[in-house]
């Protein structure tokens, strides 16, 4: 079983899609955006010009969210 890659996600694009899985802006200061769903699960995302998040960081929101890297993939291609 071969993992997939993590997709390449540009910051407005990532935050658009935790909106669509309920997550609302709760915070914005300087380039951070901070998220929250009404579970009580809060994910920051830098917002850099719409730059690409990087891999690490990607990774980290993956594990705030409570999701695995294969969960967090199918969602994304599911719900974008």
């Not at 915070?27 to 719409?50: F, Y």
């Amino acid at each position: 079983m071969t993992q997939e890659k993590l997709p390449v996600i540009p910051s407005a694009k990532l935050i658009a899609f935790l909106e669509k899985i309920d997550f609302v802006i709760i915070h914005q200061k300087g380039s951070h955006v901070r998220l929250k769903h009404k579970d009580g699960r809060i994910v920051t995302v830098p917002h850099h010009s719409n730059q690409p998040v990087s891999k690490g960081v990607l990774r980290k929101i993956i594990r705030d969210l409570g999701l695995s890297r294969d969960e967090f993939i199918d969602l994304y291609f599911l719900v974008m």
